[in-house]
């Protein structure tokens, strides 16, 4: 046995978490933080909106900081976390509860993997919503070769004009210019249920590395 003792003072994890979600809610342009697209995410989706978590850097930030207010209201494919599942997941989704609003959280590097689900979801008229956190990386990777190296190596690329390239399956797309814009237009795809939208969001994943820093402040106190 060791001769570790725990600080007397522990943090108060629900208040380090309900912090972190409103320092989310300050306005800017993009790229926006986690912190801003789970906060004005969360100020969008009704309490019975279904949102599908996607593999990636993302899902690290959503099971951490997106607030559930019901059952079965956030789906994490926490087993063997499986990237893209969550586009023809939220298909599924929406025709199991067609009165729900239906939001699937995705990085581009796994939208990229299962796109071509858009036509399934316009072909049969399934009404959807997809939020694209772009960083144009494989984040999750990127951010363990950091951790673990200091640095990291191929997991860059490019994408596609991404607004031609969902429009050209006769979706809707726009690329997020601001938090508020980010807010106003998710909303306005969620209240007009009735076509497959896009939300394409640039992201900076440099709050990854601020992250483990705290947790491990957090986790020594502990």
Same mark, same amino acid.
């Given at each position: ?87 023809? !997941?939220? #298909?599924?989704? /929406? ?5 729900? =609003?239906?939001?699937? *959280?995705?990085? &581009? ?29 494989? !984040?999750? #990777?990127?951010? /363990? ?5 200091? =640095?990291?190596?191929? *997991?860059?690329? &490019? ?64």
């Amino acid at each position: 046995m060791n001769d570790f003792k725990s600080s007397e003072t522990k943090a108060d994890i629900r208040e380090e978490v309900e912090a972190e979600i409103a320092s989310g809610k300050v306005e800017s342009k993009v790229p926006l933080t986690p912190q801003q697209i789970i906060s004005a995410t969360r100020e969008s989706v009704d309490d019975k909106g279904i949102v599908l978590v996607d593999t990636g850097a993302l899902k690290m930030w959503m099971a951490r900081l997106y607030p559930t207010y019901a059952p079965n209201t956030c789906l994490i494919d926490n087993g063997l976390s499986t990237m893209s599942w969550s586009l023809p !997941g939220a #298909i599924g989704a /929406k025709l199991a509860k067609p009165d729900h =609003h239906i939001l699937s *959280v995705m990085g &581009d590097g796994s939208f990229m993997m299962n796109s071509q689900e858009l036509e399934t979801a316009v072909r049969y008229h399934i009404p959807i919503t997809i939020l694209l956190w772009v960083d144009k990386s494989y !984040g999750l #990777i990127k951010w /363990k070769m950091d951790m673990e190296m200091g =640095h990291h190596s191929e *997991v860059d690329f &490019d994408n596609p004009d991404f607004v031609e390239y969902v429009e050209s399956f006769g979706a809707n797309a726009h690329i997020v210019s601001s938090r508020n814009d980010l807010k106003n237009k998710l909303q306005n795809y969620l209240k007009n249920d009735n076509q497959v939208n896009v939300l394409i969001c640039p992201v900076d994943y440099r709050e990854n590395m601020k992250l483990i820093n705290k947790l491990g402040k957090v986790t020594v106190s502990l």
